[in-house]
């Protein structure tokens, strides 16, 4: 593994989000600088919210922005198809419903992949965000079950965070769930990505504990940058201390991943 650049990265935002920064071009571009020959864009997936309704989330693209986004990506695929290998994604979280129906929807759209990013504890509207901190078992269990009925779906490409949950409970519990997850993500030959995002803000995640469980299982893993600024894509310190990060565990850390076909849902 070169240290100074990543082959591929799947997990990068757009404006669309709310939360994100620069245009769809600079992420190109900067990607491009940084030595990337493979970037998927995979902005946070709109969901129909069908159950809520009235609900206007702030932290994804809406419905009607979907046309657009695909529109300006698959522009730009073939813009730079001479330099840089575009894929169109999306991030999305599990949902308990119409999770057929918005799979359906992003299959007609042409989204090529999604990766699973399982902000809330059930749905958005009402669920729990994972991120903050919490003692709760029952919260961690049900973030473990959540996630692993995602994966059993067959069509998420990777798990974005999957040590996103802020669990500060009993380490044993902790271990036996995740490993749990880990377990999961070997059955359905799902890699486990370590988020650079998570290590540029230095947040609860990328966790020790949790990639020792996936290092002891033998699960592939996969860097995310998770840009929200084009910028990120340069910050080779981040890499590297990524790169530390999985070796110093003995990480198994794979360049690229086969997209699923949101078709074979």
Do not use: W
Request: contains cysteine; proline residues 3%.
């Amino acid at each position: 593994m070169n240290n100074s650049y990543l082959t591929a990265n799947y997990h990068s935002h757009t404006f669309r989000c709310h939360h994100a920064e620069g245009t769809e071009r600079e992420y190109v571009e900067h990607a491009i600088d940084a030595g990337i020959k493979i970037l998927g864009f995979s902005d946070h997936a709109p969901l129909l919210f069908s159950r809520y309704p009235g609900h206007k989330s702030g932290i994804r693209m809406q419905m009607s922005e979907l046309d657009d986004y695909c529109r300006v990506i698959n522009s730009l695929k073939d813009e730079y198809k001479s330099q840089i290998e575009i894929h169109l994604g999306l991030e999305l979280e599990y949902t308990f419903h119409d999770f057929k129906e918005q799979i359906a929807i992003y299959r007609d759209a042409g989204i090529e992949y999604v990766i699973l990013g399982q902000h809330f504890l059930g749905d958005e509207p009402e669920g729990i965000y994972n991120g903050r901190p919490t003692r709760s078992s029952e919260q961690l269990h049900r973030y473990v079950n959540q996630c692993i009925e995602g994966m059993s779906t067959g069509v998420y490409t990777y798990i974005a965070h999957p040590d996103i949950i802020n669990y500060s409970g009993d380490d044993d519990l902790y271990a036996s769930e995740m490993d749990r997850l880990c377990k999961a993500a070997l059955e359905y030959d799902i890699p486990l990505e370590i988020n650079l995002l998570g290590l540029y803000y230095v947040k609860q995640y990328p966790c020790e504990r949790f990639f020792r469980l996936a290092a002891q299982n033998g699960n592939k893993t996969i860097f995310g940058v998770d840009a929200h600024m084009p910028e990120f894509y340069d910050n080779k310190d981040v890499l590297k201390s990524g790169r530390r990060f999985a070796e110093s565990l003995g990480l198994h850390v794979i360049d690229t991943v086969p997209l699923k076909n949101l078709s074979d849902y």
